[in-house]
C-alpha cells in the first residue's frame, strides 16, 4: 500500500480502537444507535446471509433514499437478464433502510453498512462472500475497496456521481484517491463532466463509462393518479385549488419561499403552501418563521389526529418520506437547496408528476436532470425569491403555458428511461469474467 493508504488504514483503526469503549458505553446508557450495533461492526444475522441461494451473490450498496431508488431500478434489470442471481442491500441511514425494506421487501435481505474499518470489513465481506460489491453514486470506501479487492471481489461504482462542488475536495487528496480507486473494476458513470472528475481523480480512463441516471427508470412507474386523489383528500383540496410545494427546503430557504408567497398571495390569495424541509428536524424553526409571518399552519401529523382536515393556508410537512406524494397535488413546484449554495435537489421527481418546476442556481448535484429539462423547455430556473414571486405569478395567470411546461417535463423524464438496464449490464458482464475464468 502506498503512504496515504497505510495512513488512513493506521488513523481510521487508531480511532476505532480509541474511541469505540466509550461509544459503546454510550449506547448501553441512552440506547441511542444501540440498535443494529453489530451490523455496524459486521456482524449481520444469519437469515440476512442464509436467503442468498443463487449466483452471482450481489451486494448493493448504497447510503440513503436516493440511492436506494437507483439500486431497485438496477436490481430490476438484473432480475430479468439473470433470475437466479441473489441481493443483499445495505445502508448508511436509517430512512435508507426503512425504504429499502418497503421497496425490495422479504426478498432481499437489508442491512445496515458496515463501518469502513478493516476488522468490521472482513467480517461482513467474509461472511456475505459476493461475487460483485456494487457502490451507488459516490459510496467511495477505501477499507471496504481494499479488501473486496484484495479477496477477489468484483467491484464497481454505479450510477456514479462526483459532483462540481465536491471535486476540489477529492483533488486535494488525489494521490489517495488514485490508489483507493485502483481497487474498482469499473465506473459506470451518470453523465459525461461525472466521468471526466472521477478521471481526475484517478480513476482509469479504460474501466470508465457513460451510462446515465438511474433515478429516472422508477420515476414514471410510480406516478399514480390515486395517489393524487388520497392526497387532495388528506389535504382537503379541490382540484381548482392553486398549490405551492416547496420541497426538500433547507436552512435560509424557508425565509425566500415565505417571502415568496406573500407576494403570490397578492395577486391569488387562495393559494396553499405546503413547505417539506428537507430535514424534519429544523420544523420549530419552520413554524417561528410562518408565525413571525402571520400566516397559520398546520402539520402533516395534526391531520392523523382524529382525522382533521387542513383549514390553514400553510403546511408544513414534519413526516419523513412523504414529498414525492405531496408533488402530485402541486400547481406550482419549488426544489430547494437550491437557492442557497447546497447542490439542489432532485427536480425530475415533481416532473414525472408533470409539474413545471422552479429551482435556483445552486443545481451542482443535479447537473444531468436540470441539463434535462431545460433541454425540454421544461425546467424554470430562478436566481432570487423575488424571481420566484414574479414567475409563480405569470404562471398562475398563464395556466396553459404552466401545464405545457409540465407535460414537457414528464414526457423528458418517461423519454429517458433505459439506464437501470445499461449499469445491470455492467454487473452482468463483471460477473461473466468471473465465470468464465
Known sequence: MKMLYGAYF??????FVSLFPAFWTYTRITGKYRRHLEERLGVFPPEAVQCLTGRPRIWMHTASLGEVKVAASIVKALRRMMPGCSFIVSTVTEHGR???RETFGEDIPVVYAPIDFVGSIRKALFTVRPDVM???????????LFEAHRMGIKTALMNGRISVRSIGKYLKLRPFFRDVLRNLDVFSMIRAGDAERIKAMGADPQKIEINGNAKYDLLGATVDPGIESEMREIL????????????????????????AYQKILKEFPETILIIAPRHIERIHAIKALVEKSGLGYQLWTDLDKEKAKRTEQVMIINAFGELFRIYSVGTIVFCGGSLVPLGGQNP????????AVFYGPSMENFMDAKSLLEANKAGLPISNPEMLAEKAVWFLGHPEELKAYGERGRAAVLKNKGAGEKHARVIMRLWESVANA
Do not use: C, Q, Y
Not at 493506521?10 to 480511532?15: D, E, F, K, Q
Open 236 to 259: 382537503n383540496l379541490k382540484t381548482s385549488d392553486k398549490v405551492f410545494v416547496a420541497g426538500s427546503t433547507r436552512n435560509g430557504e424557508e425565509a425566500m419561499v415565505l417571502d
Open 348 to 355: 425530475l421527481e415533481p416532473a414525472a408528476w408533470g409539474k
Open 134 to 144: 456494487a457502490f451507488i453514486e459516490t459510496e467511495i470506501w477505501p477499507a471496504w
Open 10 to 15: 493506521a488513523i481510521s483503526g487508531g480511532l
Open 98 to 100: 426503512k425504504l429499502a
